[in-house]
């Protein structure tokens, strides 16, 4: 499995931005779906974006459209997640996650993802 690291998070105002990192190591990156998901305390764990492993195919959830843009440097073996316009409610951590290019997947399940990132806290302040 590919093992994940991510960082970037922090404590921003309300409509700020920031942007958060994910470098893989241990397998083929470009081998991978990634996805990003984040979890706020007493929720659960939620989808945010997605990427196919060539970069064809973004998906987002809806409520981070138009404001969050995923990205990967499969030369880099690292993934990204631009955020602007952040508001209290997206305070929460953060996670990126891998899913094997084989077969189907459902890139906004989480159960489709096998390796993840231990998280980075996202703190939106009002």
């Known amino acids: 499995q590919v093992q994940l690291v991510e960082s970037g998070g922090g404590l921003v105002q309300t409509g700020g931005s920031l942007r958060l990192s994910c470098a893989a190591s241990g397998r083929a990156f470009s081998d991978y779906h990634m996805g990003w998901f984040r979890q706020a305390p007493g929720k659960e764990r939620e989808f945010v974006a997605a990427?196919?492993?060539?970069?064809?195919?973004?998906t987002y959830a809806d409520s981070v459209k138009g404001r969050f843009t995923i990205s990967r440097d499969n030369a880099m073996n690292t993934l990204y997640l631009q955020m602007n316009s952040l508001n209290p409610e997206e305070t929460a951590v953060y996670y990126c996650a891998a899913a094997h290019k084989s077969g189907a997947v459902a890139l906004a399940e989480s159960r489709s993802y096998a390796s993840w990132g231990q998280g980075t806290q996202v703190t939106v302040s009002s």
């Open positions: 990427v196919t492993y060539s970069s064809s195919k973004t």
